[in-house]
């Protein structure tokens, strides 16, 4: 079990890198959380460190190690806001923050998604970095959101018109993806496919609209 961590070692986590876990800090603070069980050493070059799940589960939810507490992933029906410092990714619906079409957001999702493919790489025994990982099959919304739009697709605001919406299904490891139109809808289609998602369109039976079921590919 985890032991927890000082405060100062918090501050470590709580500086991690959002969506790989990646973490900076002396060797002191990296072998101590280590020694807890909220950090592993990659063994690859330049054999970085990165949370484990209870270290990333500290950092998302402020929850001692082992509380079970769940993590925050953001994917509920409606758009919710981040939290303030949190990075995450633009899931259609939400009010937009000053700035978030401008050069930092787009270098804040830029380095998102190369530490998205950073954490495929890692996880698979093959480093591949072509399907998704773990943390996307936790995070079914979140990641398909990313991969959205760090591709340069436009997310809808407030009034769900002119972008995509990503939103949670009923069904296992599955999200649905809506556009303002067949055209946006394709596109979003191919990027997600791209990025490793399978994808299938479908026709809700009451409203007739189209939409996107995704769902992340294993093989």
């Known amino acids: 079990m985890a032991l927890s961590p000082t405060a100062a070692q918090r501050r470590v986590i709580a500086a991690a890198d959002p969506v790989s876990g990646r973490l900076k800090g002396t060797e002191t603070q990296l072998a101590a959380l280590v020694r807890r069980g909220l950090a592993f050493r990659h063994p690859r070059p330049p054999h970085d460190h990165f949370l484990t799940p209870a270290g990333h589960r500290i950092r998302e939810t402020g929850a001692e190690p082992g509380a079970g507490a769940e993590v925050a992933r953001g994917d509920s029906e409606g758009a919710e806001p981040a939290r303030g410092g949190v990075f995450a990714a633009r899931i259609g619906g939400e009010e937009a923050a000053a700035g978030d079409a401008g050069p930092a957001r787009l270098r804040e999702v830029r380095s998102a998604w190369q530490g998205l493919l950073e954490l495929r790489r890692m996880s698979h025994p093959d480093g591949a970095t072509d399907r998704p990982c773990g943390w996307e ?17 436009r997310p809808a605001g407030p009034d769900g018109a ?5 939103r949670a299904t009923p069904q296992p490891e599955a999200v649905a993806v809506y556009g303002p139109d067949g055209t946006a809808l394709r596109d979003c289609a191919a990027t997600l ?8 369109e479908h026709t809700e039976p009451r409203t007739r609209a189209r939409y996107l079921l995704a769902s992340p590919r294993k093989v």
């Open 137 to 153: 099959r936790a995070h079914l919304v979140q990641a398909a959101a990313l991969a959205l739009e760090a591709a340069g697709c």
């Open 162 to 166: 002119d972008g995509y919406r990503v």
């Open 193 to 200: 496919e791209r990025a490793g998602w399978q994808v299938g």
